[in-house]
């Protein structure tokens, strides 16, 4: 399954809710779920697939009363600490990282590959992968429990490829 996750820290709600509406629309067509970072509203107001929550967002609890029974996800860190309360708070997938440089965002916390094999023997939950990941080292996370891959930087800022020459090589 895909995923596609808007994540638009900067910009002014009017352009979200265009930029949101035209995405949705395109995962419609190719069956990609649409999910929204960090602004449960605005995921309710787009009708979106569901959101992604970070330890400083919105609690799983208000955001499952806002959104009902669409697919929510939690940055966990490196922590399974907070992977064992995302789990017991029902959330639907766990998120750990950054694996590796990135700049996408400023990282705090960096996990050892050992995290995914550990989340691994907790639960049957999808756990993503998150930071610097591109062609050289996604598999290494895939072979050590990731589920799903949150790929950025490499397919969006890629200096050298075009996003759809990124994602092919990603196959």
């Known amino acids: 399954m895909s995923f596609f996750q808007l994540r638009l820290k900067n910009e002014k709600l009017k352009k979200k809710l265009i930029i949101g509406e035209k995405i949705r629309k395109i ?6 779920k649409f999910l929204i970072n960090d602004d449960v509203y605005l995921a309710k107001k787009l009708n979106a697939d569901g959101c992604h929550l970070g330890q400083k967002d919105m609690n799983i609890h208000k955001a499952r009363k806002l959104i009902g029974n669409k697919i929510i996800g939690v940055t966990c860190h490196n922590s399974i600490k907070l992977a064992k ?56 996370l895939l072979l050590n429990k990731a589920n799903l891959l949150a790929i950025s930087g490499y397919i969006w800022k890629n200096k050298k490829l075009e996003p759809s020459e990124a994602i092919k090589k990603l196959k």
Do not use: E, M, W
């Open 27 to 32: 995962c419609k067509k190719f069956k990609v």
């Open 85 to 140: 309360v995302a789990l017991k708070n029902k959330a639907d997938y766990l998120a750990f990282g950054a694996f590796y440089s990135t700049s996408t965002k400023k990282t705090k916390y960096k996990p050892s590959l050992n995290i995914l094999k550990k989340a691994r023997k907790i639960t049957n939950t999808p756990i993503v992968a998150i930071g610097g990941i591109n062609s050289t080292n996604y598999k290494k």
